[in-house]
C-alpha cells in the first residue's frame, strides 16, 4: 500500500520550517514536542527516508525533507482553500487594495490569487504606492483596504498590525561625509515619510541634509546608497552587508510598523474577508512582508 500524506503530519513540517525548529513549531501548533517529533517520525516511517537531519549548526532538513516541504506548502494551501471557499458563504463585489513596493515582493500575491480563486465573483484591483499616498486614499475612500507602513506612534485603534521593523541611517564606506556642508540624502521621493522626517531632523541638526537623489523604487535607493551616492533610511530588511550603519553617529530613527488600514467608508464583507485573508497570512508563517 502506498503511504499516505497526513495534513496534520505536513503541518508540523511546516511549523518546523516556519518557526525554526520542532520546539517553536510545537508552541505555534499548541503541541508537546513529543507530539510535532511524532508527526514527523509517522511520515519518515511511511515514506522509508529521514526528513530531519537533527543535526546542530546545519539546516534542519535533508534533500528529501526540502523536496517534502515544497509539496507540503502545495497541499496545505489547496486543503486551507477547499475549506475556506465550502465552509464560508459567497462574497461578491469589488475591492480597491493599495500596498507599498516592499510587500509586492513576498507572498502578496499568492495570496490574492487564492483569495480571487476562493471567490470568483471579487475583483481585486491592486495600486502601488508610497505609504502616505495609500493613507491618503484612505482618508478620501478612494482605497478600500491600504497594507502600508506608519511611524508606531501613528497607529490608528483601527488598525491591524502585522509587523515592526527597525530603520537604519545607512552609506557606503566609500562615501566620506563633509561635517560642515549639508550630507547628501537619498530619498524615495516626496511623499516618503522617511525623507520628512529625516528633513525636520536636519532643521534642528546642522548642517542638516540635501536631497541628491529621490526614486520611487527601492531597488533604485539601494543601488544609489551602494554607489556612494549619498545616506539613506531603510528597513531592516534592504541593508545590504556592504552598508555602513550609522544610527550611532546620526539622531536614531523611530520604529516603523506594517499595518492593514480599511476606509471608514468600506464595510462589505469582501473587503472584510481580503483583511483577514492578508492578516492570518502573516499570522501563519510570517512571511507576507518581504524579508
Same mark, same amino acid.
Given at each position: 500500500m502506498s503511504p499516505r500524506l497526513e495534513v496534520g503530519a505536513l503541518q508540523a513540517l511546516r511549523a518546523v520550517a516556519d518557526h525554526g525548529g520542532i520546539t517553536r513549531a510545537a508552541e505555534h501548533l499548541a503541541l508537546s514536542q513529543s507530539a510535532v517529533s511524532h508527526k514527523i517520525q509517522r511520515l519518515e516511517d511511511g515514506l522509508g527516508c529521514k526528513l530531519l537531519t537533527r543535526s546542530a549548526g546545519q539546516s534542519p532538513f535533508t534533500p528529501e525533507g526540502e523536496r517534502l516541504l515544497r509539496y507540503a506548502r502545495r497541499i496545505l494551501d489547496l486543503h486551507d482553500e477547499a475549506v475556506m471557499s465550502l465552509g464560508a458563504p459567497p462574497l461578491s463585489g469589488k475591492i480597491r487594495l493599495g500596498v507599498t513596493e516592499d510587500t509586492t515582493s513576498g507572498n502578496l500575491a499568492r495570496v490574492l490569487g487564492r483569495f480571487t480563486r476562493r471567490h470568483p465573483e471579487v475583483t481585486v484591483h491592486t495600486h502601488v504606492g508610497q505609504s502616505l499616498t495609500i493613507e491618503e486614499q484612505i482618508d478620501r475612500s478612494e482605497l478600500d483596504l491600504g497594507l502600508l507602513q506608519l511611524f508606531e506612534h501613528r497607529q490608528r485603534g483601527s488598525d491591524s498590525v502585522l509587523a515592526k521593523e527597525t530603520l537604519h541611517w545607512v552609506k557606503s564606506p566609500d562615501l566620506i561625509l563633509d561635517t560642515t556642508r549639508p550630507l547628501p540624502l537619498v530619498a524615495f521621493d516626496d511623499a516618503c515619510f522617511y525623507r520628512?522626517?529625516?528633513?525636520?531632523?536636519?532643521?534642528?541638526?546642522?548642517p542638516g541634509f540635501s536631497t541628491v537623489m529621490t526614486c520611487a523604487s527601492i531597488s533604485g535607493v539601494v543601488a544609489a546608497v551602494n554607489a556612494g551616492l549619498g545616506i539613506s533610511l531603510l528597513?531592516?530588511? *534592504?541593508?545590504?552587508?556592504e552598508m555602513m550603519v550609522m544610527n550611532r553617529e546620526l539622531t536614531p530613527p523611530p520604529a516603523i510598523i506594517y499595518v492593514l488600514?480599511?476606509?471608514?467608508?468600506? *464595510?462589505? *464583507?469582501?473587503?472584510?474577508?481580503?483583511?483577514?485573508?492578508?492578516?492570518?497570512?502573516?499570522?501563519d508563517n510570517?512571511?507576507?512582508v518581504a524579508k
Open positions: 520628512r522626517w529625516a528633513m525636520e531632523v536636519g532643521q534642528s541638526l546642522p528597513n531592516k530588511r *534592504h541593508v545590504t552587508p488600514r480599511m476606509s471608514r467608508k468600506s *464595510h462589505s *464583507h469582501a473587503v472584510r474577508g481580503l483583511m483577514q485573508e492578508l492578516a492570518r497570512e502573516l499570522d510570517g512571511a507576507l
